[in-house]
């Protein structure tokens, strides 16, 4: 894993070097917020009812799918994404849900530059597609996708 030499608020298009991969940050969710997250935007038993989930198919309570996803983006925008030249994206291809998450697990980010192009319509712009995952403890990904974000260049 390399560093980024430039820091998140200096950071435009041309410092998203394919090939590069970087580690960063922390996230954990417990038990009243994966249940909390659930009742609101997924309300499936194994999220939502511990005792219920106990006997279900993962054995215990799991965290969404979803709110997955938002600690995945939630480390991306904080660690990763330009604060400076971000422009949004036109989607996430191959959204990948690789392993349960429990209460308790500590999720860190691993992202890999995969491209980086620079747009033929407006030259003050690219694109970067960015492998995302989410990796448990012992390394093993929990997650899985591939982000696409449209990038200010510096040139």
Request: overall charge negative; some cysteine; aromatic content about 10%.
């Amino acid at each position: 894993m390399t560093a980024f030499s430039t820091p998140i608020h200096e950071r435009y298009f041309e410092d998203y070097v394919p090939g590069s991969c970087y580690e960063f940050g922390e996230a954990s969710v417990d038990e009243t917020q994966i249940i909390e997250f659930a009742r609101e935007y997924d309300p499936q038993s194994f999220h939502t009812d511990p005792e219920a989930a106990a006997s279900g198919p993962f054995g215990g309570l799991i965290a969404s799918g979803w709110q997955t996803a938002a600690l995945m983006m939630r480390l991306f925008a904080t660690h990763y994404l330009s604060s400076v030249a971000s422009l949004g994206g036109p989607g996430v291809d191959e959204l990948r849900w690789l392993r349960p998450v429990r209460p308790g697990d500590s999720l860190r980010l691993r992202v890999t530059v995969l491209e980086a192009n620079p747009s033929k319509s407006k030259p003050d712009r690219g694109l970067v597609r960015t492998r995302a995952e989410l990796l448990d403890p012992e390394g093993e990904p929990v997650f899985s996708a591939i982000v696409l974000n449209f990038l200010l260049r510096r040139t």
